[in-house]
């Protein structure tokens, strides 16, 4: 999948989805569908398609490039002037993408000058110029153009000047049915955050579609944990990554690589979120502990799955009393995962 930071280096023509699409849960895939289904129909045999900034001749091929446009930094820490923690920040957002089968990811700069383009001109400037797009898809509550004055009802009015079809995605419910009860919570991002803030992620999994990730590098620790029988991979993540709720959790563990799309699984086991109070901790840090496994793994990129919420941190009277703790974990957590 191709990223760039823009319209002008991108690849056209495009089936667009457009949106903030952080988390890339239901409601988000739900959105950006259509123009995965306007890829399986397009003519791949031509993938020579010059950059809309350069001279060269668009090609006879017709492909049509799914292409998602973003922005970055995401709206809201533009006007707060505030760093907003994301439950995808942007290396997880390219591989939930690709792994989507998304060809190519436009970050719009968010900056003075998109805010303050009209609906009008974002259509022609942006789609129409730049990404030549052949449909668009948003979400029900879309809005974009100077103070968000657009609404997906308008994009569709304009952009229907062009000929450029909009499909406007309806609300995605948590039972999966949007026309069901009022009882039934809208997927959003913002729930999704305080359902993580609580430690259901097995409720997140259900919203996201898929469980909740930690993917970072493994850095060394106080080498603590092997004393006490123990190793934990400690994680370095993105610093603007959304953490649930602290404490101990029942993971899957899988192995990023750098070419392939695909995770490859390493172990199940167990995860802290925390501070550390037993050894006197100060700072957060997220470290998991891989059942049978023994072997190195420092400066390796992992990906962790969430699966269940075992237990909030503890402050323990001494190591050995956490040690025994912890390998209560382990049973919890090997019990959670046989059944
Ligand atoms: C499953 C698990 C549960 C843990 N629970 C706690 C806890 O409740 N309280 C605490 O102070 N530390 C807890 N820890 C963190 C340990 O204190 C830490 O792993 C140990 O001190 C080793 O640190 P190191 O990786 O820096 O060597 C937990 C670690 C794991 C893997
Ligand atoms: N079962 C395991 N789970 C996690 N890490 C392991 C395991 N076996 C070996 N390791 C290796 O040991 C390191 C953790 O050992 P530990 O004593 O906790 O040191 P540190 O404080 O540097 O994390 C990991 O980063 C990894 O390279």
């Known amino acids: 999948m191709s990223v760039t930071n823009s319209t002008e280096l991108a690849f056209f023509p495009a089936a667009v989805a457009l949106g903030k699409f952080d988390g890339l849960h239901r409601g988000h895939q739900r959105v950006i569908q259509p123009i995965l289904k306007a890829r399986e129909t397009g003519e791949a045999k031509d993938l020579l398609i010059s950059p809309a900034s350069s001279n060269f001749p668009?090609?006879?091929?017709?492909?049509?490039?799914?292409?998602?446009?973003?922005?970055n930094p995401h709206p809201q820490e533009f006007f707060s002037g505030k760093p907003r923690a994301l439950l995808t920040p942007l290396d997880e957002k390219v591989q939930q993408l690709r792994s989507l089968g998304v060809e190519q990811l436009v970050l719009l700069p968010f900056d003075r000058e998109l805010c303050s383009l009209t609906p009008e001109e974002f259509v022609e400037k942006i789609l129409v110029e730049q990404l030549q797009a052949t449909q668009v898809s948003v979400g029900y509550d879309f809005h974009f153009g100077s103070k968000r004055s657009g609404t997906a009802q308008d994009l569709q009015i304009i952009a229907a000047r062009y000929n450029i079809p909009v499909a406007i995605a309806p609300l995605e419910t948590e039972d999966g049915d949007s026309s069901s009860s009022p009882e039934t919570n809208p997927i959003s991002t913002s729930f999704i955050r305080e359902v993580l803030e609580t430690g259901d992620v097995e409720r997140a999994k259900q919203l996201l579609g898929r469980a909740y990730s930690l993917i970072g590098t493994v850095t060394k620790g106080q080498q603590l944990g092997r004393t006490i029988g123990f190793p934990t991979a400690n994680l370095?993540?993105?610093?603007?990554?959304?953490?649930?709720?602290?404490?101990?959790?029942?993971?899957?563990?899988?192995?990023?690589?750098?070419?392939?799309?695909?995770?490859?699984?390493?172990?199940?086991?167990?995860?802290?979120?925390?501070?550390?109070?037993?050894?006197?901790?100060?700072?957060?840090?997220?470290?998991?502990?891989?059942?049978?496994?023994?072997?190195?793994?420092?400066?390796?990129?992992?990906?962790?799955?969430l699966e269940k919420f075992i237990r909030p941190e503890t402050k323990f009277p001494s190591l050995e009393a956490l040690k025994s703790q912890i390998q209560q974990d382990c049973i919890t957590a090997k019990v959670f995962f046989d059944t």
């Open 58 to 71: 668009v090609s006879e091929g017709k492909h049509v490039y799914s292409t998602v446009v973003t922005f």
């Open 236 to 305: 370095e993540l993105p610093k603007d990554k959304f953490l649930p709720r602290l404490g101990v959790y029942a993971v899957r563990i899988y192995r990023v690589s750098d070419t392939s799309a695909q995770l490859e699984p390493l172990a199940f086991g167990v995860m802290n979120i925390g501070n550390r109070p037993t050894i006197n901790g100060i700072n957060t840090i997220v470290e998991v502990h891989l059942f049978d496994w023994s072997d190195d793994l420092y400066g390796q990129k992992l990906a962790v799955q």
